[in-house]
């Protein structure tokens, strides 16, 4: 079986709409990245979609909580919870601004996300593909779309921004 992972580069009968949907709710993301760079977290945002609607946003706050799950995604989840009044979130889709990191995903398998959406991919640590793909375990209850790439470039120049940034803190050379 092959892989169901699909990327935004590889479009082909996706409706123009739909993509330029994911552009703009991925971009919603890449703000809330923004604000944990400026907070000095590493910058992974994230937004949940409900019927069109964004419902939830959060970044990453792990720093800022003292908390390792304060994850980008595991913030979103539950203010969308909060926001549907069910910790079943199977009519909405999950954007962010980099692969899932095996806790994520496995949070998004379990509140049952139709889709996550990420930009950039983590080869090294992703849980949607990178490392191992629990979204679309089949020994799992339930199993996410995915679709990576999206804005990717941006997201992935973002992270890329801060570890430099953090490097040259530190006195690193680059």
């Keep these: 079986m092959g892989s169901a992972i699909s990327f935004a580069s590889s479009y082909s009968g996706e409706s123009m709409a739909a993509s330029d949907l994911d552009q703009s709710f991925m971009g919603e993301a890449l703000r809330q990245a923004?604000?944990?760079?400026?907070?000095?977290?590493?910058?992974?945002?994230a937004v949940v979609v409900r019927a069109g609607k964004i419902i939830a946003k959060a970044y990453n706050q792990v720093e800022l909580l003292k908390d390792a799950t304060a994850h980008?995604?595991?913030l979103a989840i539950t203010q969308a919870e909060a926001a549907v009044g069910d910790w079943r979130l199977?009519?909405?889709d999950l954007y962010v601004t980099k692969e899932p990191c095996p806790m994520c995903a496995g949070a998004l398998v379990h509140v049952r996300i139709q889709r996550v959406i990420f930009g950039c991919p983590d080869p090294r640590g992703g849980g949607a593909g990178g490392i191992l793909n629990l979204l679309?375990?089949?020994?799992?209850?339930?199993?996410?779309?995915i679709t990576g790439g999206v804005r990717g470039e941006e997201c992935a120049k973002l992270l890329?921004?801060?570890?430099?940034?953090?490097?040259?803190?530190?006195g690193e050379e680059i």
């Design 34 to 45: 923004e604000k944990a760079f400026k907070a000095e977290e590493v910058p992974i945002g």
């Design 136 to 145: 679309q375990m089949p020994s799992l209850n339930h199993r996410c779309e």
């Design 160 to 170: 890329q921004s801060f570890f430099r940034a953090r490097r040259i803190g530190n």
């Design 90 to 92: 199977n009519d909405c």
């Design 72 to 74: 980008a995604e595991m």
